[in-house]
Structure formats: structure tokens, C-alpha cells
């Protein structure tokens, strides 16, 4: 296997600044920017202050605390913006759905969002605490493919919700274990991609551009792809089978570094989601309302929940109307979920959602550049893989309710409803925290005259 050049490594000053102190600053600052949003929604809707707020504010705050202490001695060298990131932006999530629950007291989601945050957080420092070395999930690469495609199929056994078989229900509770999968699968993508890289960069048959590899070294991993994509076309979740397409293609493009990749990804994407179209109904529907999103109005049905969602966003103009003031509820069942960034356009108006979406775009950032500082293989394509999860997920959610392409269901990560969503990312965190640990981790000194073993070198003895 053929080790990255000197040049690609992340510069030794970048490696040595352990900067916990930076984190801990900015987990105090993501705690009170949520503790001021809360009470904000308590004055707007209330004209006083939460009661609870303190105690609110204490909570997040320990939680917070606690995590910051875990990854200050088991990863001293994490970089120091991801913690915060994830802080802040479940913390807004959390603040959003408590103001809509006020619209809605029947139905409350943010008791039940609190218990699953909490329990991401618990899983996140379990990660943490027990993965010491992220090159150890390299040996499980067949157990974790398995695993994502058992998971997969578990949610045909259960009835339907909103016509898809996707969810695990129980005790008022649903989990939906394709998030989990996409984890699973990006670590399986990862081993392959590393262990055959060479292979699928080198000879082949050529298609034009594109230099294909042997059908012996792509079929294994094209037929799982297949195989997960089609067990959600049947459970008819399109939003994750198109997330699964996408972390495939980037992956296959970041281990073989040919663009070609992308072209291709980019026809099939379009061909298989022009062919869902024609003969999904309920996708049809969705392709329908985002060529004519006031085609409703136009037939006195009134507005669809996106043009009620592209209203939103114009209500919310520079500025916003300020948390709490909003008529985002006008949208209906989805204004938790796949529609809360309406409510964020519109109570925090573009200058919030811009910080919104640069939280979102640092946090990719720092995943991306946490692999480009690795020479190893493996841990490039995964964090490649996990940063691309987050960066896709972000995409085709704010694309949907912005009206730039057709709706999917799914959930934006931290700052949606959905249990299974948020305990998901905070794995995620964690595996990028314990990544950019290894990547910013100083090489060990040897003696003068000594030539030490490369990181690459102890990456491929470990894999």
C-alpha cells in the first residue's frame, strides 16, 4: 500500500496545541447562547421567564462539562470546535421543538428529544472512553456490514408509519435503525476502500474518462451498496437511500482520486431519482409540489406545506421575527421535523440561519481536515465518510424546504425531531473527535541518527 506523500500531512503545528481551554471557553459560550434562547421563547410566548430555566441551563451545562472532562484526558488532542459545535447545535434543536411544543401542548416532542439527546451524549462518551484507537474498527468491517444490512431489514417486521417501514416503535418510543446503518456501512466502505485502493485506482477497463477497476475488486463492494439501497427502496426511504448513494460515491472518489467518480454518481443519482419519480407516487407527488409549490393555492386547496415553508422563510426577512413570534405551526405535522429550519428562518431570519448553516459547515470542516491530517488510509476515508454523512444530510434537508430540489425525509441533524437522528450524530462527533485525536497527536521522538516508523507504516501494521 502506497503511503501518502510529506506533503499531505497535517503541519506539525497543528498537531502539538492540545486546546481545551479554547473548548471549555466555547462550551460555556454554546451553553449560555442556548440558555438565552430558551428564556427568550419563555418571554415572547409568556411575557416571563421559564421556571425552569436555571435549572435548564444547569443541566445542559453539566452535561456539557462532563464531556468536555472525558475528552480532555482520553483525547487531549481532539480538535477543539467539534464538542462546542454539537453543543450549540442540539441545544437550538432542543430550544426550537420547546417552542412549538407551546403551539401544540397535545403533542410535545421536547421531553422525549431531551431523553434521546441525553442518551446521544451518553453513547458519545462511551465512544470516547472505549475506542482508544479509531484503526481498531478496521478489523470489524464484514461484522459492521452485516450488522448495517440486519439492521436495515429489522423495520420490515414492524407496521408502516406515513406508508414507510422504517420504524422500530415501542412504549411511545421509535427508533429508526437506518440511522445507525449509515454509520456501520461507512466504516464497511471505509476497510474495503482502504484494503483495495491501489486495485481500484490501477488497471482496468476503460469507459471513456473513467478508468474502471475489475469487476472482482468493485463487485463486492458495489453489491452490498445495492443490496442497502434496495432494502430501503422496498421500506420506501428514499431520503436514506439517496444518503447512502452519495457517501458511496464520495468515498470511491476519495480513495481512488478520480473525478470520473463523480460524474457517474451524479447520472445515476439523476436517472434513478427521475425513474422514483415516474412510478413512486408519493415521491411523484413530492417532484409535483417542487415544480409548483403554489399550485395549491392557485386551486383554492391553499398553501402546501412548502409554500407554507417558502412564506416562512420570506416572513423571516434580515433579522427574524424573534423567537417565540413566529407562525411557523402553519405548516403542519412536519414543523418539527423536516420543516423546523422553516422556524428558524423565519424566527431567526437570514442572519440567524446563515449561523446556522455556518455551524453546520465548520463542523464538516473540521471532520474533513481531521482525515486530511491522517496518512493512513483507513482514517482518511472515514472521517471522509462520516464529515460527507453530516454535509449530505444538511444539503438535501435545507434543499427541500428552500424549494432547491424535491423534499426527502429526513432529519437535520441535532436540530430536528427524531430520536434515532440525534443519538446518530453524536456518534459521529465522537468518532471525528477520536480521529482528529490521532491526527493531531505529536509523532513520538526518537533518538538522533534513529529512523522512527511513519504514521502511515503503523497504520497499515495495525489494519
Not at 44 to 49: E, M
Not at 84 to 106: H, Q
Not at 138 to 163: D, T
Not at 218 to 229: D, E, F, K
Request: glycine share 10%.
Amino acid at each position: 500500500m502506497t503511503a501518502p506523500s510529506a506533503a499531505d500531512a497535517c503541519p506539525p503545528e497543528l498537531r502539538l496545541p492540545k486546546r481545551r481551554g479554547v473548548e471549555l471557553f466555547l462550551l460555556a459560550g454554546a451553553v449560555l447562547v442556548v440558555v438565552i434562547g430558551y428564556v427568550d421563547v419563555g418571554l415572547a410566548r409568556h411575557g416571563t421567564v421559564p421556571p425552569d430555566a436555571a435549572r435548564y441551563g444547569a443541566g445542559l451545562g453539566l452535561l456539557a462539562l462532563l464531556t468536555h472532562l472525558v475528552v480532555r484526558f482520553r483525547a487531549p488532542y481532539a480538535d477543539p470546535l467539534l464538542l462546542p459545535i454539537a453543543v450549540l447545535l442540539n441545544g437550538l434543536g432542543l430550544v426550537l421543538i420547546y417552542r412549538l411544543d407551546l403551539g401544540t401542548p397535545a403533542n410535545r416532542a421536547a421531553p422525549a428529544q431531551l431523553v434521546w439527546s441525553t442518551l446521544g451524549v451518553v453513547l458519545f462518551l462511551l465512544v470516547v472512553l472505549v475506542l482508544r484507537d479509531h484503526r481498531v474498527l478496521q478489523r470489524y468491517a464484514y461484522v459492521s456490514m452485516a450488522a448495517a444490512l440486519a439492521l436495515m431489514l429489522v423495520p420490515i417486521l414492524f407496521p408502516p408509519v406515513n406508508g414507510a417501514k422504517i420504524w422500530i416503535r415501542a412504549d411511545g418510543y421509535s427508533f429508526q435503525p437506518a440511522e445507525l446503518a449509515k454509520i456501520l456501512l461507512a466504516v464497511f466502505f471505509a476497510a474495503y476502500l482502504a484494503a483495495n485502493r491501489d486495485a481500484l485506482a490501477g488497471t482496468g477497463r476503460r469507459i471513456w474518462w473513467l478508468q474502471l477497476p475489475t469487476g472482482r475488486v468493485l463487485g463486492p463492494i458495489v453489491m452490498i451498496w445495492l443490496l442497502s439501497v434496495g432494502v430501503l427502496i422496498l421500506e420506501r426511504d428514499l431520503g436514506t437511500s439517496l444518503l447512502f448513494f452519495g457517501i458511496f460515491v464520495i468515498m470511491l472518489y476519495v480513495a481512488t482520486g478520480r473525478t470520473g467518480w463523480i460524474a457517474v454518481g451524479l447520472l445515476l443519482a439523476s436517472a434513478g431519482a427521475a425513474a422514483v419519480a415516474l412510478f413512486e407516487p408519493h415521491v411523484h407527488a413530492r417532484v409535483t409540489d417542487w415544480l409548483d409549490p403554489y399550485a395549491t393555492i392557485d386551486a383554492g386547496l391553499g398553501p402546501s406545506q412548502l409554500a407554507q415553508s417558502l412564506f416562512a422563510f420570506a416572513a423571516g426577512g434580515t433579522l427574524g421575527s424573534g423567537l417565540g413570534l413566529g407562525h411557523s405551526l402553519l405548516i403542519g405535522f412536519a414543523a418539527k421535523s423536516d420543516f423546523i429550519l422553516a422556524t428558524a428562518g423565519e424566527e431567526l431570519g437570514l442572519s440567524g440561519l446563515t449561523a446556522i448553516f455556518l455551524l453546520y459547515a465548520l463542523l464538516v470542516a473540521r471532520g474533513y481536515r481531521a482525515g486530511l491530517c491522517l496518512q493512513g488510509p483507513f482514517g482518511r476515508l472515514l472521517a471522509s465518510g462520516l464529515a460527507s454523512i453530516l454535509a449530505l444530510q444538511v444539503f438535501v434537508i435545507a434543499g427541500g424546504v428552500m424549494g432547491l430540489i424535491p423534499l426527502t425525509g429526513m432529519a437535520m441533524p441535532f436540530l430536528a425531531q427524531g430520536g434515532s437522528s440525534v443519538v446518530t450524530n453524536w456518534i459521529i462527533v465522537a468518532l471525528l473527535i477520536r480521529i482528529s485525536d490521532s491526527a493531531r497527536r505529536p509523532l513520538p521522538s526518537v533518538e538522533p541518527g534513529v529512523i522512527a516508523r511513519s504514521r502511515p507504516a503503523l497504520e497499515e501494521t495495525a489494519s
